[in-house]
C-alpha cells in the first residue's frame, strides 16, 4: 500500500474541491482497495493455489503409502456405569 500514497494523494487532492471531505476520502479508499483485490488475486493465482495443489499431491501420495491402521483398545480395567453404582444410604 505504501507505493499507492501518492495516487492515493492525488484521487484526494483531486476530489476534494467537487466532492467534498467524505466523499474524496471514499474515492481514495476505492482506488486503494481495487489495488488490493488485484494484488491478492495475482498472489493467489500464482503463490497460494500452486501451494494448496502440492500439499494435496503430498497428501494422496501419502494416503496411497501409508496405510490407515486404527488405534488398538488396550484391555484395561472396566468400571460400571454411574447409575449402577451403589450409592452412600443416609
Known amino acids: 500500500l505504501l507505493p499507492m500514497r501518492p495516487v492515493t494523494a492525488w484521487i484526494y487532492q483531486s476530489c476534494l474541491p467537487v466532492l467534498g471531505s467524505w466523499l474524496a476520502v ?36 501419502l494416503k496411497r503409502h501409508v496405510p490407515a491402521t486404527l488405534p488398538q483398545e488396550s484391555p484395561g480395567p472396566r468400571t460400571k456405569p ?9
Do not use: H, K, Q, W
Request: charged fraction near 20%.
Open 26 to 61: 471514499a474515492a481514495a479508499v476505492f482506488v486503494t482497495g481495487c489495488a488490493v483485490v488485484a494484488a491478492s488475486s495475482v498472489t493467489y493465482a500464482l503463490i497460494e493455489r500452486p501451494g494448496m495443489d502440492a500439499g494435496n499431491r503430498i497428501g494422496r501420495r
Open 82 to 90: 454411574l447409575n449402577e453404582m451403589p450409592t452412600e444410604s443416609r
